[in-house]
């Protein structure tokens, strides 16, 4: 394609709404940022914070947009790091092989979960879901001779030869791998993925199979969550009963609420905040956990619907006409020149099924 | 102000600023400090004891002129590093990343969770940075070393001695009390219970005790696994008494020490009580059980006893600071003091020194002679750290173990007491 067109391409689609062009100034920021300042530490919390967006939006894929309300995620974190980790101990295989292996596995896992839970709803739905992780603790003690029991397995191969490699994996993992979450949720998929969220029993009289779907939900987040299990544990070289802990289980689901629900961008967005925020606090150890809890439920009590909805609240505007979103400066619609008047009330806007939330334009 | 006064004013400001920094403030230049990390969950018993433990010695040998390595002195600065371990492994690895990147520490000391303290470990040793444990018991974390003595070589364990010596010295306990029911009730092959915690670290426990008791020449009459984290235990102790046991062997690391303890008082099981109940050496036990605990007898690692000349003021000091009695995670206090004790004999602080005459190290520390082995594992047995066996008796933690295994009995220790109502319910009349 001629370079010209291109870019003007580009200017249209992503340079007209500040939404996206604030996504692309982080993106260039995290991809220039070891060229300034490459602190070991830094990049460690940094890939760390890469590795859980995965895994948020992964749970934002299951749970945001299908309503399928997981509370044991863990299960598909959890079983690809033990996968990942038993094949690179026991069968030498390199990180390349082992992780995608092991998210392979979170798949099966996913169908698993998903078989006996198909007719399930709402709490119960939760419910059964936390129990899987559990149940899979228990197996780890119970074949500790294989799983290591409670010290789990450790002395990995790393995930890259240096910190800063290890860096750039992650980082462009969850680039791409937010943007794949992102395309098929925009699909047609993703369009079914929000009809049987919204209301299960008008999507199958309209003739979609929705079991189907909703397994398939569970697979591609299995999936997505598996390649984050099966990094992080390439990444701490280490994979214990804790990547199946409870508290594995909810992390996903505080850092998607907070950055928001059903857009993917919001999870990976929430994690990008949270994560070093939490490091940040060691500055106050004691007051560490307090001070997080309270600042969450403050930015929850102003921004409801989460950061990213807020922000873009904030930046953009709907057209009344054809829905399409325009910088808030516009006066007129970029797309059908309608006249855009004020901007929406912060929050007041209409939920977007199948554009990736308000973001899309 | 005229122009000469004002150029005046500038100068002497000038002269003295130029001074101050010159000699620093007026002050004499400060030390140079030797960083080292304390690492441990600080906002539980176990962090806490860390940082007191570890606290203790750098007040102890800062007062004494600090470190000589060469020529230079030194004062130790401790770093408190909260790895928020017992809930997550990253964080902690994390923590201590920061602390050796960013805090520039020499060395670490510390961690508990065997998961999290293996993710440290490997932290540590990317870092080539040495690594001290005082706490996590488990003894993969030491087979590194033998394994990959390159990499791994800079970590060391202070305390406690491995798991595999845990269960071997809990059972010396048991055969302690087996020969006091063959001396004092005539009682030849005792039978003996086991109540081992429904937990991992319980179930080669619980196997072993089946397959071991009877070559201790008393008859094992069943196992029984509660909950970690029970409450009422009073179905298993009522079997146990319907199984005609004397002794009873425990295994509790958790919380249900307490109700265990409590209820074999209220109920007077006749059978003593022996092994490993965590909840029975803390200071606060015989509060927690309504004074039902005492007699309970359990491995320990420090109590009122003289190991060695430096155990009783070690403990007595601890015991004020802090409140409570010190545990095993309280070996921060000998961790330092090793750690420095090695550089000065490497006269350096690199750790491809320091390696080397830490692996000479042959300490007496305030828990036992402390010697690394070749995976750089506390070495335990007759001559090095052995542990001890504690009971309470009339309200108080008394040391009864050893007393006379391989002619080792430490001063203050005490003979082992029956419960009256066991003694009543099998004395021979």
Same mark, same amino acid.
């Given at each position: 394609?001629? @370079? ?193 969220? /919204? ?109 990213? @909805? ?52 | ?120 470990? /490997? ?307």
């Amino acid at each position: 394609m001629n @370079p010209r067109r291109l870019y003007r391409r580009f200017a249209s689609e992503v340079l007209v709404l500040p939404g996206r062009t604030t996504v692309l100034a982080v993106c260039l920021v995290l991809l220039i940022l070891p060229l300034f300042h490459r602190h070991p530490y830094t990049l460690r919390v940094l890939s760390l914070t890469f590795i859980f967006a995965i895994f948020a939006a992964s749970w934002d894929l299951l749970s945001g947009f299908v309503g399928q309300l997981s509370l044991g995620h863990a299960i598909f974190f959890g079983v690809a790091a033990y996968t990942s980790a038993l094949l690179n101990l026991q069968a030498g295989l390199p990180p390349l092989v082992t992780i995608p292996a092991g998210a392979l596995v979170a798949v099966l896992m996913g169908l698993v979960v998903g078989i006996p839970c198909l007719r399930l709803k709402g709490q119960y739905l939760s419910l059964a879901t936390m129990g899987f992780p559990i149940i899979l603790t228990g197996l780890v003690y119970l074949f500790s001779d294989l799983t290591g029991g409670e010290l789990g397995v450790s002395g990995l191969a790393r995930l890259g030869p240096t910190r800063l490699s290890e860096y750039y994996i992650a980082l462009v993992l969850v680039l791409g791998l937010g943007l794949i979450m992102w395309k098929i949720t925009d699909s047609k998929v993703g369009l079914v993925f929000h009809a049987i969220r /919204e209301d299960e029993i008008t999507a199958r009289a309209s003739g979609i199979n929705t079991p189907l779907y909703k397994l398939l939900a569970f697979c591609l987040s299995g999936f997505f969550a598996g390649i984050s299990g099966g990094l992080y544990s390439h990444f701490m070289r280490v994979a214990g009963p804790s990547t199946l802990s409870v508290l594995t289980s909810f992390q996903p689901v505080i850092w998607t609420i907070f950055g928001g629900v059903a857009s993917i961008y919001g999870a990976i967005a929430g994690t990008f905040v949270l994560y070093p925020l939490m490091e940040f606090l060691r500055v106050a150890p004691e007051l560490r956990t307090l001070i997080f809890a309270a600042l969450v439920v403050l930015v929850l009590r102003f921004m409801p619907e989460g950061l990213t @909805p807020w922000f873009i609240d904030r930046v953009e505007s709907e057209c009344p006409r054809c829905k399409e979103h325009n910088a808030v400066t516009r006066r007129t619609c970029r797309v059908c020149g309608a006249p855009l008047g004020r901007p929406s009330a912060p929050g007041a806007g209409p939920f977007q099924p199948g554009k990736g939330g308000r973001v899309a334009g | 102000m005229t122009r000469k006064r004002w150029a005046a004013l500038i100068l002497v400001v000038t002269l003295l600023l130029t001074t101050f920094s010159v000699t620093g403030c007026g002050k004499a230049a400060a030390p140079k400090v030797i960083k080292i990390a304390v690492a441990g969950p600080m906002q539980f018993i176990q962090g806490q004891h860390h940082w007191l433990g570890a606290q203790m010695a750098a007040e102890e040998i800062n007062k004494a002129g600090g470190v000589t390595v060469g020529n230079k002195k030194y004062n130790i600065e401790l770093v408190q590093v909260d790895t928020n371990e017992l809930l997550s492994v990253d964080d902690a690895a994390s923590a201590v990343e920061k602390a050796i990147t960013v805090n520039k520490v020499n060395a670490i000391i510390g961690t508990i969770r065997s998961e999290a303290s293996m993710a440290i470990q /490997e932290v540590a040793m990317d870092n080539k940075t040495i690594m001290m444990v005082c706490g996590a018991s488990l003894p993969q974390m030491a087979e590194k070393v033998g394994k990959d003595y390159n990499r791994y070589k800079y970590w060391f364990r202070v305390t406690p001695v491995n798991a595999t010596y845990l269960v071997k010295a809990s059972m010396l306990l048991l055969n302690h009390v087996g020969g006091v029911f063959r001396k004092e009730l005539g009682i030849q092959k005792p039978k003996v219970a086991a109540i081992i915690e429904k937990a991992v670290a319980g179930d080669p426990l619980a196997a072993a005790a089946a397959k071991l008791i009877p070559t201790f020449g008393m008859e094992f009459v069943g196992v029984w696994r509660p909950s970690p984290t029970a409450t009422d235990l009073t179905a298993e102790l009522t079997a146990i008494r319907k199984a005609g046991a004397q002794i009873i062997y425990t295994y509790f690391s958790a919380t249900a020490g307490v109700p265990y303890a409590k209820q074999w008082g209220e109920l007077q099981i006749p059978a003593a009580s022996v092994g490993i109940n965590v909840e029975a050496q803390a200071k606060g036990f015989m509060q927690a059980t309504g004074n039902k605990g005492n007699y309970e007898y359990t491995l320990n690692t420090y109590a009122p006893v003289q190991i060695t000349p430096k155990t009783l003021p070690f403990y007595e000091e601890f015991t004020k600071r802090a409140g409570q009695f010190p545990t095993y995670n309280a070996g921060t206090y000998d961790a330092i003091y090793i750690y420095k004790e090695a550089i000065e004999r490497a006269k350096s602080l690199d750790p491809e020194a320091v390696v080397p005459e830490l692996e000479k190290t042959n300490y007496l520390s305030a828990a036992g002679k402390i010697v690394f082995n070749k995976n750089h594992d506390v070495t335990w047995g007759p001559g090095y750290v052995t542990a001890l066996g504690t009971q309470w008796q009339d309200g108080k933690l008394v040391a009864v173990w050893p007393n006379g295994w391989e002619g080792i009995t430490y001063p203050g220790t005490v003979d082992y007491k029956l419960p009256p109502w066991v003694v009543s319910q099998w004395k021979k009349k």
